[in-house]
């Protein structure tokens, strides 16, 4: 492998989706990396915990040796055998420590003794997470915005990816948004959420042309939260109001939030764990909104949605599902929305059909 330079170009790294080899320990890893990072750590978090209070007791040549004593024999040799198969895989790659230090140097060269030459990021987690809060502070503070609002089951995503220069924070977040916004899988942290956030404005402004296109979001997505400069200049923006009919939004809701998320719950977890645990999402889902529906409400909609699951698993299929999503979206949703809509009357731009916003968003 030919040898490359060392790289502080933060900015293409994130636009080509470099791949990047965290050497970091898990317990760092798992606070926060970069979307597509894999972690190959030269220490574990028990081995980095006893090379740090060996530094502060007794310096840095001391817990140098230690880490040198930690790290040897076969599990140096294992170590080596993961950052070259790394190496191997991904030739445009580089490696990162948290502070391009001692332990991206040290991997580094057992790498090079090994006969592979791989190039590491200056400044390592640190510079590249810093380079990131910048952008996305400067991006968000500048960047041209349209904001694609809508009532619930509406489609908002679908109408997104059809846009010209579209940035899904929901699919960021992995969260729909809302009480029954949970997904199988679970939530990025928050620096992991900034992070990918921060490189997709990088990429919406720099391999694409024109305003960004964002669904009408609140503060939280999950637990998630948008940063400040980002949700203030989305309050301004212009916004675009999606319109269906009533049919066409609860067949929608009816495939995203019980065919597609009980698939989901069958193939994590078996056909009868996942039946289990789907219909505890969607009872649990509707139980952290019982106060705001009120009990007499939240019984009756509890007792259809109980009904409908009853139904579909005797094979009676989804209809069911129908009265409960009706009802929640006429007396919950869209009253809901419709108040928070009429605060911004204003800044309304163009409403209309997914095709005609579509149009409307390429003239």
Same mark, same amino acid.
């Given at each position: 492998?030919?040898?490359?330079?060392?790289?502080?170009?933060?900015?293409?790294?994130?636009?080509?989706?470099?791949?990047?080899?965290?050497?970091?320990?898990?317990?760092?890893?798992?606070?926060?990396?970069?979307?597509?990072?894999?972690?190959?750590?030269?220490?574990?978090?028990?081995?980095?915990?006893?090379?740090?209070?060996?530094?502060?007791?007794?310096?840095?040549?001391?817990?140098?040796?230690?880490?040198?004593?930690?790290?040897?024999?076969?599990?140096?040799?294992?170590?080596?055998?993961?950052?070259?198969?790394?190496?191997?895989?991904?030739?445009?790659?580089?490696?990162?420590?948290?502070?391009?230090?001692?332990?991206?140097?040290?991997?580094?060269?057992?790498?090079?003794?090994?006969?592979?030459?791989?190039?590491?990021?200056?400044?390592?987690?640190?510079?590249?997470?810093?380079?990131?809060?910048?952008?996305? =502070?400067?991006?968000?503070?500048?960047?041209?915005?349209?904001?694609?609002?809508?009532?619930?089951?509406?489609?908002?995503?679908?109408?997104?990816?059809?846009?010209?220069?579209?940035?899904?924070?929901?699919?960021?977040?992995?969260?729909?948004?809302?009480?029954?916004?949970?997904?199988?899988?679970?939530?990025?942290?928050?620096?992991?959420?900034?992070?990918?956030?921060?490189?997709?404005?990088?990429?919406?402004?720099?391999?694409?042309?024109?305003?960004?296109?964002?669904?009408?979001?609140?503060?939280?997505?999950?637990?998630?939260?948008?940063?400040?400069?980002?949700?203030?200049?989305?309050?301004?923006?212009?916004?675009?109001?999606?319109?269906?009919?009533?049919?066409?939004?609860?067949?929608?809701?009816?495939?995203?939030?019980?065919?597609? #998320?009980?698939?989901?719950?069958?193939?994590?977890?078996? =056909? =009868?764990?996942?039946?289990?645990?789907? *219909?505890?999402?969607?009872?649990?889902?509707?139980?952290?909104?019982?106060?705001?529906?009120?009990?007499?409400?939240?019984?009756?909609?509890?007792?259809?949605?109980?009904?409908?699951?009853?139904?579909?698993?005797?094979?009676?299929?989804?209809?069911?599902?129908?009265?409960?999503?009706?009802?929640?979206? =006429?007396?919950?949703?869209?009253? #809901?929305?419709?108040?928070?809509? *009429?605060?911004?009357?204003?800044?309304?731009?163009?409403?209309?059909?997914?095709?005609?916003?579509?149009?409307?968003?390429?003239?």
């Amino acid at each position: 492998m030919s040898a490359r330079a060392n790289t502080n170009d933060y900015l293409n790294l994130f636009l080509a989706d470099t791949p990047l080899m965290d050497v970091r320990a898990p317990v760092e890893f798992t606070k926060g990396s970069f979307p597509g990072a894999v972690n190959a750590p030269l220490m574990n978090d028990d081995e980095r915990h006893r090379v740090g209070i060996r530094y502060k007791e007794k310096g840095q040549a001391s817990a140098i040796e230690l880490g040198h004593q930690l790290v040897s024999g076969d599990l140096k040799a294992e170590r080596i055998a993961a950052w070259k198969r790394f190496a191997i895989q991904h030739p445009d790659g580089y490696l990162f420590c948290f502070r391009g230090g001692l332990r991206s140097q040290l991997t580094q060269q057992w790498l090079k003794d090994a006969g592979i030459d791989y190039p590491l990021v200056v400044g390592g987690y640190k510079a590249l997470r810093r380079f990131l809060i910048d952008s996305l =502070e400067q991006l968000a503070a500048n960047a041209p915005l349209r904001i694609l609002s809508g009532r619930t089951g509406t489609g908002k995503t679908r109408v997104l990816q059809n846009l010209p220069n579209p940035l899904d924070l929901e699919g960021l977040a992995n969260h729909r948004g809302s009480s029954f916004g949970r997904q199988v899988t679970p939530q990025p942290s928050q620096i992991d959420f900034e992070n990918a956030l921060a490189i997709a404005l990088l990429k919406a402004c720099h391999l694409r042309q024109g305003p960004i296109y964002l669904e009408d979001e609140s503060r939280l997505i999950g637990r998630c939260a948008l940063p400040d400069t980002l949700r203030e200049r989305m309050a301004q923006a212009d916004l675009m109001i999606l319109e269906r009919p009533m049919a066409e939004r609860v067949a929608i809701i009816r495939e995203d939030y019980v065919e597609t #998320m009980l698939a989901s719950y069958r193939e994590r977890d078996g =056909e =009868e764990a996942g039946w289990f645990n789907f *219909s505890d999402y969607l009872l649990s889902a509707l139980d952290r909104i019982r106060r705001r529906l009120g009990g007499e409400r939240h019984r009756r909609l509890r007792q259809s949605m109980e009904d409908a699951l009853t139904r579909q698993l005797a094979g009676a299929g989804l209809d069911g599902h129908d009265a409960w999503i009706q009802d929640l979206l =006429e007396n919950y949703y869209d009253p #809901m929305y419709d108040y928070q809509l *009429s605060q911004k009357e204003g800044r309304i731009a163009v409403r209309g059909t997914p095709d005609e916003l579509v149009a409307w968003s390429r003239q």
